[in-house]
T-cell receptor
Framework: NAGVTQTPKFQVLKTGQSMTLQCAQD?????MYWYRQDPGMGLRLIYY???????DKGEVPNGYNVSRLNKREFSLRLESAAPSQTSVYFC???????????FGQGTRLTVV | GENVEQHPSTLSVQEGDSAVIKCTYS??????FPWYKQELGKRPQLIID?????GEKKDQRIAVTLNKTAKHFSLHITETQPEDSAVYFC????????????????FGQGTILTVHP
């Protein structure tokens, strides 16, 4: 039972490049989330998927897109990376709204 | 939208002392308030949570109190140990216009807790 798994763990991109962050959970959770963590700012919600087949914007969605591929997988895409997107990205999942969010190990992304 | 303010940003205590971290929130419809601990380079992990129908919850050395009228909640750690040193985040679960939360979390800015042996 791996929980929430993110790939890659580290990535360096040049400005303008694109990439997709992958997230998969094996806990049969309904809801999945993407957060970014910047120093002194806590975690901020980028996009979420309340259930398979639905996605919606969070607090800071600009420059990102998501795909809920199936119940297990929720990917985050940067179409044209910018230095302001340098951050640590966490994927999380929940079985239902007011329950524990389980986080992946994070992806440290640097855009130069 | 929801706004969560967390204080203090840093907290230094001696081993065995108590530590208190406070958070305020703005959305009176928020009904779920978790606390996460994050060690350096690791993922956030839930340490305790409280729902809006409860005023206090305790789990061994950790307790959380909630004052819905004042819209604030606090984390209390007693008999602190060096392994309690980490960043602690509070969070609130905001709702949309229809009153549904979808499990979204708005986090505070974090408190760096250092416990000195």
């Amino acid at each position: 039972n791996a929980g929430v798994t993110q790939t890659p763990k580290f990535q360096v991109l040049k400005t303008g490049q694109s990439m997709t962050l992958q997230c998969a959970q094996d806990m049969n959770h309904n809801s999945m989330y993407w957060y970014r963590q910047d120093p002194g700012m806590g975690l901020r919600l980028i996009y979420y998927s309340a259930s398979e087949g639905t996605t919606d914007k969070g607090e800071v969605p600009n420059g990102y897109n998501v795909s809920r591929l199936n119940k297990r997988e929720f990917s985050l895409r940067l179409e044209s990376a910018a230095p302001s997107q340098t951050s640590v990205y966490f994927c999380a999942s929940k079985v239902s709204p007011n329950t524990e969010a389980f986080f992946g190990q994070g992806t440290r992304l640097t855009v130069v | 939208g929801e706004n969560v303010e967390q204080h203090p940003s840093t907290l230094s205590v001696q081993e065995g002392d108590s530590a208190v971290i406070k958070c305020t929130y703005s959305d009176s419809a928020s009904n779920y308030f978790p606390w996460y601990k994050q060690e350096l380079g690791k993922r956030p992990q839930l340490i305790i949570d409280i729902r809006s129908n409860v005023g206090e919850k305790k789990d061994q050395r950790i307790a959380v109190t909630l004052n819905k009228t004042a819209k604030h909640f606090s984390l209390h750690i007693t008999e602190t140990q060096p392994e309690d040193s980490a960043v602690y985040f509070c969070a609130a679960s905001p709702t949309n216009a229809g009153g549904t939360s979808y499990g979204k979390l708005t986090f505070g800015q974090g408190t760096i807790l250092t416990v000195h042996p």
